[in-house]
């Protein structure tokens, strides 16, 4: 069976502090990977997508794929209480729209 | 332009009742796919559509049905209702029949929270 593994936390960090997220999955073959914030009570929110090997920066938030390894992680710098949340890790294992999620980590900053 | 739109977005029904759920995928978006979210989970897929045909189907029962009209939208039906069916519904759209596919990533809409007593 396909996985994809988050530490459900929850990961505390001080204000203005790096937050590291981090995610691992099962299938070599997987070609895009995707993180998602969720707020208690909404829908999840595309935070960055990432396809190729290495680092994608977009403002505060850096996504860096593995595939060797079989991880994807998020950082989030200088980190504000508005970033706290659910923050999901999902995989495309198969040709189409099928993501796999993990079962997310709870990020909460503390001012 | 107007993102991925759900109706309702709550809903009450009791055991062995019927429901359907609404999606309007983003303007241009040609696929949608359905996911359900149990309280402390992620999102487990349901359906894909794309160009109206079923393209993916995940590990739910028969119980679970869906289809994709002419101008994308599309409808999650759920017969004979059982508790373990309260979840939030998701809908997501994208361009593409892949996410693989370059910038084609999914958005999701605001969800029907089902509760079902």
């Known amino acids: 069976q396909k996985e994809v593994e988050q530490n459900s936390g929850p990961l505390s960090v001080p204000e203005g502090a790096i937050a590291s997220l981090n995610c691992t999955y099962s299938d070599r073959g997987s070609q895009s990977f995707f993180w998602y914030r969720q707020y208690s009570g909404k829908s999840p929110e595309l935070i960055m997508f990432?396809?190729?090997?290495g680092d994608k920066e977009d403002g505060r938030f850096t996504a860096q794929l593995n595939k060797a390894s079989q991880y994807v992680s998020l950082l989030i710098r200088d980190s504000q209480p508005s970033d706290s949340a659910t923050y999901l890790c999902?995989?495309?294992?198969?040709?189409?729209?099928?993501?796999?999620f993990g079962g997310g980590t709870r990020l909460m900053v503390k001012p | 332009d107007a993102g991925v739109t759900q109706s309702p977005t709550h809903l009450i029904k009791t055991r062995g009742q019927q429901v359907t759920l609404r999606c309007s995928p983003i303007s241009g978006h040609k696929s949608v796919s359905w996911y359900q979210q149990v309280l402390g989970q992620g999102p487990q897929f349901i359906f894909q559509y794309y160009e109206k045909e079923e393209r993916g189907r995940g590990n739910f029962p028969d119980r679970f049905s869906a289809r994709q009209f002419p101008n994308y939208s599309s409808e999650l039906n759920v017969n004979a209702l059982l508790l373990g069916d309260s979840a939030l519904y998701l809908c997501a759209s994208s361009p593409f029949f892949s996410v693989d596919s370059y910038n084609s990533p999914l958005h999701f809409g605001n969800g029907t929270r089902l509760t079902v007593t």
């Open positions: 990432i396809y190729s090997n």
């Open positions: 999902a995989v495309n294992y198969n040709a189409g729209n099928m993501l796999t």
